[in-house]
């Protein structure tokens, strides 16, 4: 069973407003993912990070999002400003390894931007 | 187009029966996972099947690289594999740690 743990289970957010979620990875794991799964059931990755180095991630993450992973304290992914089209089920997981053999994901944050 | 294809879409069982579930990818691959995701969201690694086949207990996963394809067969089913099955794969040359995913299999199995 995966001990990923996710937090809020549920955020609600207008639009404009800074939305921060956090998850605790597996212990043990120095490999952290983070991806958006919108109402059809796609996926996108988003970012991931080894220990606190952030290895990949995409142009919205960039520009929109801000993530981090410090040594003793929970992951967090956080929407400086949230339009509507950030509602979806958000997806922390983590891994031994980079190369995601074997991801154990936690429940996820759903948010809804209104 | 799409990279991961999965079919069918849905799929409704009698308790007892079996099922066979597809996923067809376009791209070379590094790996491939199949995922259980249960209503409400959490998702569970069910197999990391890169090729050849794996069995864990009633369910047998088959990946055939040469073919871009993935199999995911469901013996004996029963009420508790209700959920949405996912496949997912790596691509060569891809994002390290970037997956791809399919649009998953909704399973229902009734009684």
């Known amino acids: 069973n995966s001990k990923v743990i996710q937090t809020p289970r549920y955020l609600v957010k207008g639009q404009g407003q800074k939305a921060k979620m956090r998850c605790i990875p597996e212990?043990?794991?120095?490999?952290v993912f983070w991806y958006q799964q919108n109402k059809n059931n796609e996926f996108k990755f988003l970012i991931n990070f080894q220990n606190q180095e952030v290895l990949q991630q995409i142009d919205m993450t960039e520009k929109r999002f801000s993530a981090e992973c410090p040594s003793n304290s929970p992951c967090s992914l956080e929407i400086q400003s949230s339009e509507a089209g950030d509602s979806a089920l958000y997806l922390c997981a983590s891994s031994l390894y980079s190369s995601a053999e074997t991801l154990y994901f936690g429940s996820g944050t759903r948010l809804t931007v209104l | 187009g799409q990279q991961v294809q999965q079919s069918p879409t849905s799929l409704v069982l009698q308790e007892g029966e079996n099922a066979e579930l597809q996923c067809n990818f376009s791209t070379s691959l590094n790996s491939m996972q199949w995922f259980y995701q249960r209503p409400g969201g959490s998702l569970v690694s069910v197999f990391y099947?890169?090729?050849g086949t794996k069995q864990s207990g009633r369910l047998t996963s088959t990946t055939v690289i040469k073919e871009r394809r993935s199999s995911l067969h469901i013996s004996s089913s029963q009420i508790t594999d209700s959920g949405t099955y996912l496949c997912?794969?790596?691509?060569?040359?891809?994002?390290?740690?970037?997956?791809?995913f399919g649009e998953g299999t909704q399973v229902t199995v009734i009684s």
């Open positions: 997912a794969i790596m691509n060569t040359g891809g994002l390290s740690g970037k997956l791809t």
């Open positions: 099947n890169p090729s």
């Open positions: 212990k043990g794991h120095p490999v």
